[in-house]
């Protein structure tokens, strides 16, 4: 019998790093310099990662000499042909770019990702008095998501069980939606990796996949001791020696319709780029599919680093990284100073190509963080991350920057500082020529900023009230509607509160209306944007809700949504009905619905098993649907 040292993880752990590492925030990385070969390819990963196999090592097993580290809506009325009525879309981000969510629809179908592991869509005739499901099919893969595009779908689905691949693996899938009774897989692409997101431009989708290093291994005898300076040597020729597959992902493309299938890299070699300092030995690829055209993907691009946060503009694809910190890092020893890079892709068409990288200072929040505008992108970052559980520091601070692309470069432009210093912040939403910050500690300031003059971006207004703001939404000229949680003057937290804020003079924002749902209590829309509805014809926003009882008060438990009226002209927001689902056999069904639709006069709430429909005015039950599990 024989062991085994892995080191696997120090490739990972490494990978992570961002690519400006100890790079100044204001000194833009230069344009990713280009790979011309497989070979060179090759050459640059087995090079660089033997160094950082040996520095993991060594701070492993105590050597820190060794060790480099040690010194507007997108959900208003759609269309799905001429006889379909008006319906909801997936709440996104930037108007016209779809996200990839469980549920879509055109106004004639519900199209719904369910079965035990996420892996089925459901096709639901939205135009019957009692919807049926009208077919299904079943997709490679689970935990799926869909985008929808006339009478395709491209389906995102995750594998972990192949033993082939091993780091995982995404599938697309293309479906055929034109008779949703006899919905059809008709071609699918395996690439080793997990899709960080994607964006639907139009007909053309863009996916971009993460892949850490394949395992290198160095078989050891058992009950063999080797000193330090044998196992490293050995692991340094183990990397030597290791094949291009250990850093370039694969891609198996299936086509059902002709039983074909071939394999390949995920990406050519020469379309392969590298930040010019050595930043882990990851692969990070965006793949571009042309719905028109189906799958295999009609182009790929790949960076030698990793990518977290996905945003998608108007003219841009940006993927964002942030500086690697080991999880075991103690508080007190985050670094003062960190940066997170950003990578761009300029989109035209079903083209896709890289552009230009940039980093700013501290760390993301969410895809809100970024906002492209008239040719700038404007970033919101805190100086400690979000993920950490403790209380910020003192000298924690916000702030926001804005980049411009100048030969291959973000640059930055511009710089409002000094948001909710001793905070992190909690909220972002930028919007034309404003923005919005919230930060929490103990109350909720939310931040007014002018970014109208891009080089003097400047915070104009402040707002300070108990709790916070998660997710920030633009109702109506001048208003915003927040959804968080309330709290003590300490901060401590008291229940879900939806506020509006009129932020028509940005110098004197100000709460005009606020409800409170007490005692322990949320809703997901507060960290998942795709679970929040608003209709703006009628004024509704429906919203998932969890609501735990006190152990005296059994009565005050709720699981479900609930809707509210929210009023721009008398600046109000008033509960107009609540929605459950029948009495459900298992105590884990009683949850909130995944998701809420309109679709003409009706609501259709989605859970696992299920679908319920309910009028539009009171949310009254009209009728239930199972799901086949």
């Not at 945003?311 to 990284?321: C, I, P, Q, S, W």
């Not at 003062?336 to 989109?347: D, G, L, M």
């Not at 552009?355 to 100086?383: C, I, K």
Request: hydrophobic content about 40%.
């Amino acid at each position: 019998m024989r062991g085994v040292i892995a080191a696997a993880g120090a490739l990972v752990a490494l990978a992570c790093a961002g690519p400006a590492g100890a790079q100044a925030a204001s000194e833009a990385p230069p344009r990713l310099k280009s790979i011309d070969s497989c070979g060179a390819l090759a050459r640059y990963a087995r090079r660089h990662t033997q160094a950082t196999i040996v520095a993991r090592d060594a701070k492993q097993h105590g050597d820190r000499s060794l060790d480099p580290r040690a010194g507007e809506q997108g959900g208003g009325a759609g269309g799905g042909g001429d006889d379909a009525p008006d319906f909801s879309e997936t709440n996104v981000q930037e108007q016209g770019i779809d996200e990839p969510d469980r549920v879509k629809t055109n106004g004639v179908h519900l199209f719904v990702v369910g079965g035990d592991d996420g892996n089925v869509i459901h096709a639901l005739d939205a135009r019957s008095d009692r919807p049926g499901v009208v077919g299904s099919v079943e997709l490679p893969g689970f935990d799926g998501e869909i985008l929808l595009s006339g009478n395709r779908i491209l389906a995102l689905t995750w594998d972990d069980g192949d033993p082939e691949s091993w780091a995982g693996a995404t599938i697309l899938s293309e479906i055929d939606v034109s008779n949703p009774a006899a919905m059809r897989v008709l071609r699918t692409e395996k690439i080793d990796g997990e899709a960080i997101s994607a964006r639907l431009h139009g007909r053309v989708a863009r996916v971009a996949i993460w892949t850490p290093p394949r395992e290198v291994v160095v078989e050891q005898p058992a009950g063999a001791r080797w000193s330090a300076a044998y196992r490293r040597t050995r692991m340094r020729r183990a990397v030597r020696k290791a094949p291009l597959d250990t850093w370039r992902p694969s891609v198996v493309t299936a086509d059902r319709t002709t039983g074909t299938r071939s394999e390949r890299g995920a990406v050519p070699c020469g379309s392969v780029r590298r930040p010019r300092e050595y930043s882990g030995s990851g692969m990070l690829t965006v793949r571009t599919v042309d719905l028109d055209r189906g799958l295999p993907a009609v182009d790929a691009d790949g960076i030698f680093a990793e990518g977290e946060t996905v945003y998608g503009g108007a003219d841009g694809l940006y993927v964002a990284t942030e500086e690697w910190i080991d999880p075991d890092t103690d508080f007190e020893d985050l670094p003062s100073e960190s940066v997170t890079a950003i990578h761009k892709f300029a989109i035209a068409g079903a083209e896709t190509e890289y552009r230009a990288s940039g980093s700013v200072p501290g760390y993301m929040l969410s895809q809100w963080s970024m906002s492209e505008h008239a040719g700038y992108l404007r970033t919101a970052t805190t100086s400690e991350p979000p993920w950490f559980d403790e209380e910020p520091r003192g000298e924690s601070e916000s702030q926001v920057v804005v980049l411009a692309e100048r030969d291959g470069a973000l640059v930055e432009v511009g710089r409002a500082r000094g948001l909710g210093r001793g905070e992190r912040i909690q909220a972002v939403r930028f919007m034309g020529d404003q923005g919005f910050v919230v930060t929490f500690r103990e109350v909720d300031p939310l931040f007014t900023l002018d970014l109208s003059d891009p080089h003097a971006p400047a915070v104009r207004g402040e707002l300070k009230i108990p709790g916070y703001s998660a997710y920030l939404h633009p109702i109506a000229p001048g208003l915003l509607l927040g959804v968080g949680q309330d709290a003590t003057a300490r901060g401590e937290l008291r229940g879900f509160q939806l506020s509006l804020f009129d932020v028509s003079d940005l110098a004197q924002p100000r709460r005009v209306a606020v409800h409170t749902i007490p005692g322990s209590s949320g809703s997901a829309a507060e960290w998942d944007h795709h679970a929040f509805l608003h209709w703006p014809a009628t004024g509704l926003t429906l919203l998932p809700i969890e609501q735990y009882a006190d152990d005296e008060d059994e009565r005050a438990s709720f699981s479900g949504a609930i809707g509210f009226k929210v009023d721009p002209d008398a600046r109000s927001i008033a509960e107009v009905g609540r929605v459950t689902r029948p009495a459900p056999e298992d105590e884990l069904d009683a949850m909130p619905p995944e998701r809420n639709v309109v679709i003409g006069e009706r609501v259709f709430s989605v859970w696992d098993d299920g679908v319920r429909t309910s009028r539009l005015d009171d949310l009254s039950q009209t009728a239930w649907v199972d799901l086949p599990r």
